[in-house]
């Protein structure tokens, strides 16, 4: 079945060291995985897709097919990266997305 | 506000009641989205619809329906509501149903059942 797990439910780093946000996924064919990224306050919104292989505030995110992982880096962390990072798979026959549980990323001054 | 809207903000029931949120996209775009955010399940999608028609299913439950109007505003219907249901309902819309088109979201309706 297809899933999208990222392990750690809350990940507090210090400003201007680098982040890591873990996304695992188990899916039979080629995936479309995204980010999203939910700001105190804010509505949720696309941070980024692989498809595109953007860069978006410094984040990237490169697809392994290999390790079936989708984890998001940036080199380094600032205090307004802090925000609720869902990892998200597109399901290319039906159509389904699937969201993992989330994390919640402190930057600490 | 040009942007996705949802009403009601909030809603309170009982259990067995049913409700009704609208959502209405944002000028232009076709692809209605509909997601249920709780504390025990995460975020789950729920359905896709563009332009009239239903796209895509995910974990929704029969006792849910949704439809898109022709004007493209969407409600999402919730029958025989139980405790499990509270959660907070997100619609987004998108210009296409691709993945390739951004999804905008909404602020979402917060639904407590009592």
């Known amino acids: 079945a297809q899933r999208v797990t990222q392990p750690e439910k809350l990940l507090s780093v210090f400003k201007g060291a680098p982040v890591e946000l873990k996304c695992n996924y188990s899916?039979?064919?080629?995936?479309?995985l995204f980010w999203y990224v939910q700001y105190s306050r804010q509505r949720l919104q696309l941070l980024l897709r692989h498809i595109s292989r953007e860069s978006i505030k410094g984040f990237t995110a490169d697809l392994n097919k290999g390790e079936t992982s989708f984890h998001l880096k940036k080199p380094f962390a600032q205090e307004e990266d802090s925000a609720m990072y869902y990892c998200a798979l597109r399901d290319s026959g039906t159509y389904k997305y699937i969201f993992g549980t989330g994390t919640r990323l402190k930057v600490l001054a | 506000d040009s942007g996705v809207t949802q009403t009601p903000k909030h809603l309170i029931t009982a259990t067995g009641q049913r409700v009704t949120l609208r959502c209405s996209p944002r000028s232009g775009d076709l692809s209605v989205y509909w997601y249920q955010q709780s504390l025990d399940q995460g975020l789950q999608f729920l359905i896709q619809y563009y332009n009239g028609e239903e796209r895509a299913k995910g974990n929704i439950l029969e006792r849910f329906s949704a439809q898109q109007f022709p004007d493209l505003h969407s409600e999402l219907n919730l029958s025989s509501l139980e405790l499990g249901d509270s959660a907070l309902y997100f619609c987004?819309?998108?210009?296409?149903?691709?993945?390739?088109?951004?999804?905008?979201f909404g602020p979402g309706t917060r639904l407590t059942v009592l």
């Open positions: 899916y039979s064919g080629s995936p479309e």
């Open positions: 987004a819309s998108s210009i296409g149903p691709e993945p390739g088109d951004t999804q905008y």
